[in-house]
């Protein structure tokens, strides 16, 4: 059987301690991972400690520009070799894997190999009162060795998104991905070794998070930590980089709204919102999770949706069509099946869905789960205020535009939203009014990767995207010269 190792120094490490790595599709072994132990965590950071001051540092922007290019090239070589890998850790769909994940997971690092050739600094020339005069500019410095935790929804694409900024600004990187999805992100270390990446300039420890990733984030040799993930996570996070006074970055959990108004455009809105409520199987921090409709359209809307949802074919990811593949775990499956019995315990009427799809062959064996539409619950339901991280949504009635924007504001959390409606004004009213990092008009998950991307209250910390990357992953020094 395969074992996915650990690669730090430019050396794939075995630590001789496995876990199984299994496929959600059937529940089957299909590798064993090999969980980095402490001498091995202690060792990337000493390596990329060490790797800091040697040739790395000594490369021009547009040297690391050139190499972080080569990755991009080489990841895009062995392009067929990252898709298998990724549907084999998560079941998705070919679809997915071909027009998001993989592709956005090159484009991360084509995109900040070239941003990073834009990052300036600032200067004023100074005159003080009593006649004296200097020259202020600053200098960006990388930050220094960096811990990139990544989630298993989105493998590739949010490791990436971490680890391309993290390089082009010059800092080391030791990437911690989940337990449950190690396979692209070994792909990946081979990528880096194979391209020449200085010794010790990208680590991989490979292992789970409270074993592995806590001992990491507390380490003094670790300068900052991003972190993707439960909001529950980024809380322990927190309290483990205390000690060391760490920066961090935060992109964590969401419960997402839609608002379909009266001026929707009510087909855009139903396929819209069936795209945002089980996209990759409801795992995604952007999804929907909530829906409100105004009360004009709200009974073609529901019929219109359960309608989409009992149409969405679920299989094997290499299927004809195929949109959506299974949770990625049976631990997921269960806390999602646990949602769709709470929701029926707190009074919800089940639309479509709400429980598991019966195939009569290996499947049944692995994580599938029934794309689920629920209403009838109040806004204060668990349902309706908790993350599920599921292919559920429930839909409610709203009349006026205060009133839904004062229940979309009534969340913990605030990642995203969409709003559905013709009215540009309305639109524009509205978007500014919802408390999250991020809204979509009449679309979902459509990405300019130079615009802001983060959440606020429980829903993350900082912004990544374009300048706001270059500027966590840097440390401005000021200068200031007497003339
Ligand atoms: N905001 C975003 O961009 C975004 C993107 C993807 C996922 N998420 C959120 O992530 C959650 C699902 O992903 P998940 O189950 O992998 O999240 P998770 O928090 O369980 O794990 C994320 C990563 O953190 C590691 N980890 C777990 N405990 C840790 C600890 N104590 N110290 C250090 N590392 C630790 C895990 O091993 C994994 O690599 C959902 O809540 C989802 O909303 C948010
Ligand atoms: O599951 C969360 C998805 C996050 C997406 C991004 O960070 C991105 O598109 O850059």
Request: net charge negative.
């Amino acid at each position: 059987m395969d074992i996915l190792k650990s690669y730090i120094n430019g050396e794939f490490v075995d630590s001789g301690e496995y876990f199984d790595n299994i496929n959600p599709v059937n529940g089957e072994v299909i590798a064993g991972i090999a969980e980095a132990d402490e001498a091995m965590i202690n060792h990337a950071i000493s390596s990329a400690r060490k790797a800091l001051y040697g040739p790395w540092s000594q490369l021009s922007v547009n040297e690391r520009s050139a190499l972080l290019h080569k990755v991009a090239d080489r990841m895009a070589e062995r392009e067929q070799e990252f898709i298998d890998a990724e549907i084999a850790d998560t079941g998705k769909s070919l679809f997915q894997v071909k027009t998001i994940d993989i592709p956005r997971g090159t484009a991360n690092f084509r995109f900040f190999a070239d941003q990073v050739k834009y990052q300036g600094g600032e200067s004023f020339v100074t005159e003080t009162a009593n006649g004296e005069k200097a020259l202020n500019y600053s200098v960006n410095k990388p930050l220094g060795v960096v811990a990139v935790i990544s989630p298993w929804n989105l493998p590739l694409l949010l490791a990436t998104w971490k680890i391309a900024p993290a390089l082009a600004c010059g800092n080391c990187v030791i990437l911690k991905p989940s337990e449950e999805t190690s396979s692209t992100a070994v792909l990946l270390a081979q990528v880096m070794d194979e391209v020449g990446m200085p010794k010790g300039v990208f680590n991989l420890i490979l292992g789970r998070g409270k074993a592995v990733g806590d001992k990491l984030t507390s380490a003094p040799g670790i300068d900052a930590v991003t972190f993707t993930g439960a909001s529950a996570t980024g809380k322990q996070i927190m309290k483990s980089v205390a000690e060391t006074v760490k920066p961090i970055s935060f992109e964590l959990g969401g419960k997402n709204a839609a608002i379909v108004f009266a001026h929707a455009d009510i087909a855009k809105a139903i396929a819209g919102i069936t795209r945002s409520s089980f996209t990759n199987c409801g795992q995604v921090c952007l999804c929907t999770e909530k829906v409100y409709v105004h009360r004009s359209l709200f009974t073609p809307f529901l019929e219109g949706l359960k309608q989409a949802a009992e149409n969405i074919k679920i299989g094997y990811p290499l299927e004809q069509d195929v949109f959506m593949g299974p949770l990625v775990s049976r631990l997921h499956q269960q806390k999602v099946l646990a949602y769709y019995q709470l929701a029926r315990e707190e009074g919800a009427e089940v639309v479509t869905g709400g429980g598991v799809p019966v195939f009569n062959d290996e499947r049944d064996n692995g994580c599938f789960i029934q794309p689920t539409i629920l209403t009838g619950l109040e806004d204060e339901a668990r349902v309706n205020q908790e993350e599920i991280f599921g292919p559920v949504c429930h839909v409610s009635i709203f009349d006026d535009e205060a009133e839904v924007i004062n229940r979309v504001n009534n969340t913990p959390y605030g990642l995203a939203a969409s709003i559905w409606t013709e009215h540009l004004t309305q639109a524009h009213r509205v978007a500014a009014q919802i408390e999250v990092g991020l809204v979509w008009v009449n679309t979902w998950f459509l990405r300019d990767l130079r615009a802001p991307f983060g959440g606020v209250k429980l829903s993350g910390i900082g912004r990544e995207g374009g300048e706001h990357s270059l500027a966590f992953y840097s440390e401005p020094s000021n200068i200031c010269i007497k003339i």
